[in-house]
């Protein structure tokens, strides 16, 4: 594989970022084309279909645009390591780089890595074809991670924590390997909402996946571009795209999985209640840590009355005014 030339990083960290959001917005600001009225008879009118997955590819690049510039997701001279699973969601996550790339006036690369675990029947000639022909510089790692996972784990339990850990490792490698300075996963606005619900109920946490962080071994930042994209527009996405899935055969068979679930209760809460799920999303992003049990966070001991009133102070037992 050919590596990437290194680039000097600009002054600005988050130049990149205000670029790309700036041509996702400008993307979607330029739609001049008007949907036909609706009726019956061009209800499936394929120019109004066609408008509509337009409107929705420019959505994607727009919200992309805005995570990367909100978390400084991705510098000027950046290798990013797009890990491609075969799913919807990494498929749509390297085709929005690929285009913003495209727009962005300050230079990164993008390098798609795929893991292929050994999972029997697994097709491994649809990803190096399907990069092939978009032109994408590429890796494919083999490891036997398949064997490992089911050789360890009892019949009937969930294997993704143990198949999570093991892919984790050889990415890390892969990634010092290519000389990626960012590792891109395809975690979405859903993904973030259903971990830090499983966080609450069964690890006693306030904690979700964050669009940015160091990894485990404090070598690669990790970035989650598809922070504000919900799950159902990148199905719709990747059906309009006709990008060739591949299904998870190791984990995606298990029905009963806790995430499964607590993705149902979201997509009830949306149905029954609307905004709420937007709201609890926008208030992951809006923490008042003060107003927190957590000691470690605040010297409870040294608060103290000041005879100053606080704007962002408990206001329940004020005046009414």
Known sequence: MERHPTL???GNPRGVGQALEAAGRDLEEAITVIAPPASPARARDPRKAAFEVD?????????????????????????????LSGGKDSYAMLDVLLSLQTRSPQPFSIVAVNLDQKQPGFPADVLPRYLAERGVEFR????????????????GATMCSLCSRLRRGVLYRVAREIGATKI???????????????NLFHGGKLKTMPPKLVSDDGKHVVIRPLAYVRERDLSRYAEARAFPL???????????????????MLREWEKRFPGRVESIFNAMGNVVTTHLLDRALNDFAAVHATGVASPDGDRAF????
């Open 8 to 10: 000097a990083p600009l």
């Open 55 to 83: 409107k929705l590819q420019k959505r994607l690049r727009r919200q992309v645009g805005k995570a990367i510039a909100d978390y400084a997701m991705i510098e000027a001279g950046d290798c990013v390591m797009a890990c």
């Open 140 to 155: 494919i790692a083999e490891q036997d991670t398949y064997s490992v996972v089911k050789r360890l784990i009892p019949e």
């Open 184 to 198: 891109a996963l395809g975690h979405h606005r859903d993904d973030i909402l259903a971990t830090f619900f499983l």
């Open 246 to 264: 591949i299904p998870c055969t190791l984990c995606g068979s298990q029905e009963n999985l806790q995430r499964k679930q607590v993705a149902a």
């Open 318 to 321: 004020d005046d009414p005014t």
